[in-house]
């Protein structure tokens, strides 16, 4: 965890309003200011974070663990869009107010920390895993082409942080409405020419719960952290249910 001595304070400092709630305790949700010292033009939000949850507030909830970008747990609202708190710096964002709220659609355990049971079990139906069909060749190896690893290639660095969950419209009027990383995820299999259950992932995503319902607004797209993206996915997924009907 990092920790920021009091001895770096400088006379900047960046408030941050924070999004509290303990269900529990409180009767509505409310936002609370603390203070930060801004002791460097690097700082990052995950880092202002743990300041107020060590020097501040240790009641403060959050989720955290890689602070590289790799792992999706520090997924939050900030300042308006969903990012990673550990690869938000502060000074990107241009002022010295920080609004924190927790992802959306979600039930709220406590502050910043939200119930994903909704968004894995969607991630669980999809079956998101290798269904090859066949046995091994006999090299042992299931062998791609250059040309057919890169259908793939900008399919599969979902670290399912959920910020295009969170961000999606249909997603919060309809409970079942799979979503933006579950349609991601099957057209990564999809385009995978290693996978042999492409009729059955297709039937997935075919019905009033998958992609039909998309209503292509891009809020996906634009908050996606590792530049992904799931609209172009769900076009994709159209085509292909369009394309094996017609066989």
């Not at 249909?170 to 999809?190: E, Q, W």
Request: glycine letters at 4%; aromatic letters at 8%.
């Amino acid at each position: 965890m990092p920790c920021l001595s009091d001895t770096m304070r400088t006379q900047e400092a960046v408030f941050f309003h924070i999004f509290r709630f303990h269900p529990d305790n409180d009767k509505k949700p409310y936002l609370q200011k603390f203070e930060v010292p801004f002791i460097r033009k690097d700082l990052t939000v995950l880092e202002g974070l743990y300041y107020i949850q060590q020097r501040l507030d240790d009641s403060l909830a959050f989720r955290s663990s890689c602070r590289a970008a790799i792992c999706g747990s520090c997924a939050m609202h900030i300042n308006g869009k969903y990012r990673l708190a550990c690869n938000t710096q502060v000074s990107e964002l241009k002022t010295n107010t920080i609004t924190i709220r927790p992802l959306a659609h979600m039930p709220i355990i406590k502050d910043l920390v939200v119930d994903m049971k909704p968004f894995w079990e969607k991630y669980e139906y999809i079956k998101p895993y290798l269904i090859p069909g066949k046995p091994l060749p006999a090299t042992g190896e299931r062998l791609q082409s250059p040309e057919e690893r890169v259908k793939a290639d900008l399919l599969i660095d979902c670290i399912l942080c959920a910020c295009c969950h969170s961000s999606c419209p249909v997603t919060a009027s309809h409970k079942k409405y799979l979503g933006p990383m579950s349609f991601l995820n099957i057209d990564r299999f999809v385009s995978d020419t290693r996978d042999s259950a492409k009729e059955e992932r297709l039937a997935i995503v075919n019905d009033e719960h998958g992609v039909w319902r998309c209503h292509t607004i891009f809020n996906c797209q634009e908050v996606c952290p590792k530049d992904l993206n799931p609209s172009g996915s769900i076009a994709h997924l159209k085509m292909e249910i369009i394309k094996n009907k017609i066989r």
